[in-house]
């Protein structure tokens, strides 16, 4: 592996999101919170770290796929240590590693939060945490291959390493024009949220942080007691669109985009998508009904819809307490939150294709064990589907349950109850934000052991970037035939 190259691209890395940092300076100055000081001097830091790694680093020809597991792994890993310093150098989050989880939580798209009352951090700091999700959503690396030159080179291993899904779906011949239409639905979907949720009565600035949570699948709120506390039907409405829209994967958008409807409602993955979040909402609503949750079937559906497609989209934003709903609702619930969204969305989770795929591979063993002589292919929109798609689901699937076993033995040993740790893991390990019991939708992490804090904050990159990115870093052999940097100087 070429550590230059790897040095080289993650200084630019830095830069770049150091120049993101700045972005808040303008809320700051409009809203006078005082916390203009605190961004130009993060950023100062990102860019002089990253400043000097891209210049010392001598860079190689190619990018091979070690070195993009090393820079889309430790990449995410040195954004969120430079995304935490507004956090820490405001003093709002005044010890880091709680600093560093809120920024990862960020980036990653989860949503857990430490914070027990979100509106301390004042609008400037506020809205760093929401630009991070929407910054995290599509995908650093990814935005980066759209309008950084430098990363061209080997552009399709840094794609392939970040992007969600056991396939990854080549809009354009070239990657960097690939990303470019990704970001470019991203930023739409985005401006049209802004606009509805300004119509519907929200001001522009939380329009715009909602916006990126929503479409990021982030979940991060403005106000502690989240959309919910905006008490606006049409808020709840447009949200629940967005979030759908958001779940769905959008290479399929821009097939819409470019007028390819059939094409578009032909999907399977799509169908067995809206199929298992309608059939959720339908029975939730019901149950919520017959427990007199709530008095009418208007009020039902609302926020029955409202938790089920947040929680299945991984989004993580609320409008009501569903840890005190009936047992049953909060089953469908956490197995809503492994479900996930569709691969290529901003969604977390195991993904729809890959539960789907899964299913129909089960089918295939129960009739081979009624006709074992049958030969039968695993089909997806009439193709079959290769075997070493198949295999790759199936380690997948096996890496996670190992993941998600252990995470939950080191979290519940430093004394959390076996809910509050579980639902921890499944609400970090799948980018979804809260658990139940003493991570549920009303509470925070704040109470959390720092040392369970750091198996959270290893279990959100580990979901954002699908387990193997990061798994393969532990790997001593994925570290063999490391070749010493080039120095700039020494060239």
Not at 20 to 25: D, F, G
Not at 38 to 51: A, D, K
Not at 291 to 318: C, E, H, N, P
Not at 408 to 434: E, M, Y
């Amino acid at each position: 592996m070429r550590l230059g190259t790897v040095g080289f691209i993650l200084g630019w890395l830095l830069v770049f999101l150091s120049l993101a940092v700045l972005l808040p300076i303008g809320f700051s100055l409009y809203y006078k919170d005082g916390l203009w000081p605190v961004f130009l001097t993060s950023s100062s830091v990102g860019l002089l770290t990253g400043g000097l790694m891209a210049w010392a680093f001598a860079p190689e020809e190619e990018i091979g796929h070690r070195e993009g597991f090393a820079i889309v792994g430790l990449g995410w890993i040195f954004v969120a240590a430079v995304g935490a310093l507004p956090f820490w150098i405001s003093g709002t989050i005044p010890n880091y590693i709680d600093a560093y989880f809120e920024s990862m939580s960020g980036f990653t798209t989860t949503g857990s939060t430490i914070l027990e009352r979100v509106e301390a951090l004042g609008p400037s700091l506020l809205f760093w945490r929401a630009l991070t999700h929407w910054l995290g959503g599509m995908g650093i690396i990814v935005l980066s291959l759209a309008i950084l030159p430098v990363l061209g080179i080997g552009g399709m291993q840094l794609f392939q390493a970040e992007m969600p899904g056991p396939t990854k779906d080549r809009l354009a011949p070239r990657i960097q024009d690939t990303a470019r239409i990704l970001w470019g639905v991203y930023l739409v979907l985005t401006m049209a949220e802004v606009a509805l949720l300004m119509l519907a009565g929200m001001n522009f600035y939380n329009a715009v942080c909602h916006s990126f949570a929503t479409m990021a699948t982030g979940g991060f709120s403005t106000i502690t007691s989240s959309v919910g506390g905006f008490h606006n039907m049409w808020v709840d409405v447009i949200i629940i669109v967005f979030m759908i829209l958001a779940g769905m994967n959008f290479s399929l958008h821009h097939r819409l985009f470019t007028g390819e409807i059939k094409s578009f409602f032909k999907n399977e993955e799509l169908r067995f998508y809206l199929g298992i979040g309608l059939g959720a909402t339908l029975l939730i609503t019901t149950v919520n009904l017959l427990s007199k949750t709530y008095s009418t079937w208007g009020d039902s559906l609302r926020y029955s819809a409202f938790q089920v497609w947040s929680i299945m989209t991984t989004t993580g934003f609320g409008t009501a307490d569903f840890d005190s709903w009936a047992p049953v609702c909060k089953m469908i619930l956490v197995t809503l939150m492994f479900v996930g969204g569709m691969a290529g969305s901003t969604g977390g989770g195991i993904k729809q294709v890959r539960v789907l795929l899964f299913y129909k591979f089960t089918g295939v063993q129960f009739r081979k064990l009624i006709h074992p002589r049958s030969v039968e292919a695993i089909k997806l929109e009439g193709c079959r589907v290769p075997a070493d798609v198949m295999q790759s689901i199936l380690g997948f699937l096996s890496l996670y349950m190992v993941v998600f076993i252990a995470a939950t033995i080191i979290v519940t040993a430093q004394g959390l109850d076996i809910i509050t740790g579980a639902t921890s893991v499944i609400a970090t390990l799948n980018n979804i934000g809260p658990g139940l019991a003493g991570v549920g939708p009303a509470q925070n992490f704040a109470h959390i052991p720092y040392l369970s804090k750091c198996v959270l904050i290893v279990c959100m990159v580990a979901g954002r970037l699908e387990l193997y990115t990061i798994a393969v870093l532990f790997l001593p052999s994925y570290w063999k035939d490391l070749r010493r940097p080039r120095w700039r100087w020494a060239v």
